[in-house]
T-cell receptor, first 113, second 120 residues
Framework: GNSVTQMEGPVTLSEEAFLTINCTYT??????LFWYVQYPGEGLQLLLK?????DKGSNKGFEATYRKETTSFHLEKGSVQVSDSAVYFC????????????FGTGTRLTVIP | DARVTQTPRHKVTEMGQEVTMRCQPI?????VFWYRQTMMQGLELLAY????????DSGMPKDRFSAEMPDATLATLKIQPSEPRDSAVYFC??????????????????FGEGSRLTVL
């Protein structure tokens, strides 16, 4: 089946620290991979995506590379800011199927000044 | 900016009352999802529609929940009767799937801001 396993949180970092949030997946087909971000009191927003192996998605200083050999899509940012405090969700979409999104459990990130 | 609109944003009701949540998907999108978010369970898929037809509602408690799309611009999620355990944030999301190009679809979904339901 399709599933996503995401690093447990919460994660607390100082401003300008390096961020890694691990994500691994299992999929029956050839999925697209996503990171969504949820700021307090808001819905989920797409942060970045990758649709095929070795693609790198990037946005707002965040990056993630689609690694088919390790079935991973780890999120990284070189220097976090207080405004990055949010919950981050890794997700996959079974493009050959219903296009439903399968979400990880979410990782809460708090960045302190 | 095109966006998914949900109403109400907040709802407080008493156990046993009927609750209806509404969603206006992005114009032109042909797939609509309902998700529920709680601290304990995270994000759970309740139901989804393609071209207004229900494709999967296996995530919904059938005895009290119902989801419909009366037209392409409106999706509804109804709970009757509501219970305290239904307290959660309910999200609607929409996307566009080109059925003629399955492997070309990226699967991206656009989420509304959610309806926070509290059942006392």
């Amino acid at each position: 089946g399709n599933s996503v396993t995401q690093m447990e949180g919460p994660v607390t970092l100082s401003e300008e620290a390096f961020l890694t949030i691990n994500c691994t997946y299992t999929a029956t087909g050839y999925p697209s991979l996503f990171w969504y971000v949820q700021y307090p009191g808001e819905g989920l927003q797409l942060l970045l995506k990758a649709t095929k192996a070795d693609d790198k998605g990037s946005n707002k200083g965040f990056e993630a590379t689609y690694r088919k050999e390790t079935t991973s899509f780890h999120l990284e940012k070189g220097s976090v800011q207080v405004s990055d405090s949010a919950v981050y969700f890794c997700a996959l979409s079974d493009r050959g199927g219903a296009n439903n999104l399968f979400f990880g459990t979410g990782t809460r990130l708090t960045v302190i000044p | 900016d095109a966006r998914v609109t949900q109403t109400p944003r907040h709802k407080v009701t008493e156990m046993g009352q009927e609750v209806t949540m509404r969603c206006q998907p992005i114009l032109g999108h042909n797939t609509v999802f309902w998700y529920r978010q709680t601290m304990m369970q995270g994000l759970e898929l309740l139901a989804y529609f393609r071209n207004r037809a229900p494709l999967d509602d296996s995530g919904m408690p059938k005895d009290r929940f119902s989801a419909e799309m009366p037209d392409a611009t409106l999706a509804t999620l109804k709970i009757q009767p509501s219970e305290p355990r239904d307290s959660a944030v309910y999200f609607c999301a929409s996307g566009l799937v080109n059925m003629a190009a399955i492997w070309g679809n990226t699967g991206e979904l656009f989420f509304g801001e959610g309806s926070r339901l509290t059942v006392l």
